[in-house]
């Protein structure tokens, strides 16, 4: 079965580093996202890509924050100076349909910002 | 504000019982309600989608009820097993304009299930 997958599993990094969290959704899919949830709070949405564009992104995805898909298979999310509150587990998810239709995630990447 | 609750962090039964598991939400309009479920250190994974003009969905030993006029999703599963134990998550699903939909999640009630 098709599935998501991140890499790396646990990306430790030193505050005011850049990262770049990689994703490789599913190959026929032509939505993707990024969530994180900060250990033991609830799952939340950063950003949409849709068409190589960003559809919609949280109040989260500030200017430290971007995407980009390089190729027809690699999604990822860089961040540019990251902060100690940066740290988190970082999901990425794809669909195939837009209309409100099922989000498959990858097993995620935990993020620590020493 | 908008917000989603789920009732009570925890929740244990006796195996082979009815889990029963309720959304809440306020200054919403969802199109559609989805229930995953999370497994710790683990994504989340679909388990099943209503759409706000239905008022039950099945699937196998789940059961999801939508009530858009008191704001509620109820979540079930029959005959429990100790592998239902996990973290269930709601979601209101907000479709974008721009393309794709937003999930938004509420906190999860962790369940167990006890032999």
């Known amino acids: 079965e098709p599935e998501v997958t991140q890499t790396p599993s646990h990306q430790v990094t030193q505050m005011g580093q850049e990262v770049i969290l990689r994703c490789v959704p599913i190959s026929n899919h032509l939505y993707f996202y990024w969530y994180r949830q900060i250990l033991g709070q609830k799952v939340e949405f950063l950003v949409s890509f849709y068409n190589n564009e960003i559809s919609e992104k949280s109040e989260i995805f500030d200017d430290q924050f971007s995407v980009e898909r390089p190729d027809g298979s690699n999604f990822t999310l860089k961040i540019r100076s990251t902060k100690l509150e940066d740290s988190a587990m970082y999901f990425c998810?794809?669909?195939?349909?837009?209309?409100?239709?099922?989000?498959?995630f990858g097993p995620g990447t935990r993020l620590t910002v020493l | 504000s908008q917000k989603i609750e789920q009732n009570s962090e925890a929740l244990n039964i006796q195996e082979g019982k009815t889990a029963t598991l309720t959304c809440n939400y306020t200054n919403y309009s969802p199109a559609y309600l989805q229930w995953y479920r999370q497994d710790p250190g683990r994504g989340p994974v679909f388990l099943l989608l209503?759409?706000?003009?239905?008022k039950e969905k099945r699937k196998e030993r789940l059961k999801v009820t939508f009530d858009t006029t008191l704001k509620q999703s109820l979540f079930h599963i029959t005959a429990s097993q100790p592998a239902d134990s996990a973290t269930y998550l709601c979601?209101?699903?907000?479709?974008?304009?721009?393309?794709?939909?937003?999930?938004?999640f509420g906190t999860g009630t962790q369940l167990k299930v006890e032999l």
């Open positions: 979601a209101l699903s907000l479709i974008l304009t721009g393309g794709g939909n937003k999930l938004t």
């Open positions: 998810a794809s669909s195939e349909l837009a209309q409100g239709r099922e989000q498959f």
């Open positions: 209503i759409r706000e003009n239905e």
